[in-house]
């Protein structure tokens, strides 16, 4: 491979009229999602202090190698032309201008996930997976993992711009995005805006999805039609715009009743038994995930010995502990 500093450090640094630059990222940026207000605010102020560099096709028309982020603060700033660096096409072999590119990105800041994933997807084109897996994934913050390779990879091929956006801005995690791109484009719309609408973290995100999707395929209704049944009448709109962290738990119980209503009616009468014992402050009962298990557990914060004792007292002294039991047998 050719060492791109040996070309670089000679360009002169030349005036070019913004109208040549080609509309869009092109092939070789990774930019996406960003915050473009502070950096148009400091050219604005202090002018362009690194000029970018553009490579020059058959056309005349110049294709960005680095520097997309200026460029586009420029436009902002209403500038008509930029310093820039020119390289003739030839120059620069493809995977020398992406390396250039994500070098200068990850000198001056941290690439976020969508970024990552197109940094991922472009050099795919010219880079060997192992290769991209040994040396790039690490490169990018990434463990060295096929299977994350793949998600990657799926991510950017799937996902519309207004996904990879909320990716970028951190609103949905890689896990959701990856669920995203399996679903049909109606679905992915749908989960987006509900996530979104809600702000769900990513542990609400996966649960959602996993219960949404569940229940599409034993209901066998249309995801849209599920959601609307769980949500009633108040709708996502209204009701959950004023409290969205209630909403969003309420919303929850009732896909949750939909898809177990046995587990869930259960784990509802099993809260009232703890609750009727009133145990004392610092004392917590609870029930094995999914009553899958037959031992339920205790546990009891105390500060000193003779607390542990007072409290392990009154435990024994509570009426009703002995009756606590399996929920399931109640339904019976």
Known sequence: ?????????????????????????????????????????????????????VM???SGVLTIISGYRRIRALMALDQGHVPCRVVEKNDLEPLEALLINLHDNLATRRLNETEKAMALERLARVVHADDL???????????????????????????????????????????????LADEDP?????????????????????????????????????????????AGEEGFETAGIQNRPQWSKTILRRLRLKRFPHLVRAEDRFRGQVSRLNPPK?????????????????????????????????????AGLEDLDVPWKEES
């Open 282 to 318: 610092g004392v917590r009962i609870s029930a094995p995930p999914f009553f899958e298990s037959p031992d339920f557990r205790l546990e009891v914060q105390f500060r000193h010995g003779r607390e542990l004792k007072e409290k392990i007292e009154r435990l024994t002294r509570t």
């Open 56 to 58: 020059e096709g058959d």
């Open 186 to 230: 109606a679905n992915r719309e749908s989960l987006f805006q509900l996530i979104t609408t809600l702000h769900l973290n990513g542990n609400q995100q996966k649960q959602w999805i996993e219960l949404l999707m569940d229940l599409t395929r034993i209901c066998q209704q249309p995801l849209a039609d599920i959601i609307r049944a769980v």
């Open 133 to 179: 897996v040994e040396t790039y994934m690490p490169l990018l913050g990434l463990p060295s993992h096929k299977p994350l390779l793949k998600a990657y990879l799926r991510i950017v091929e799937m996902l519309g711009e207004r996904e990879l956006y909320g990716l970028a801005r951190g609103h949905i995690t890689v896990k959701t995005a990856e669920a």
């Open 1 to 53: 491979m050719k060492n791109p500093r040996k070309n670089l450090t000679s360009l002169p640094v030349q005036t070019v009229a913004l109208e040549r630059i080609e509309n869009g990222a092109g092939p070789f940026c990774m930019s996406f999602g960003y915050d473009a207000a502070p950096l148009i605010r400091s050219i604005g102020h202090i002018g362009l202090v690194h000029a970018p560099l």
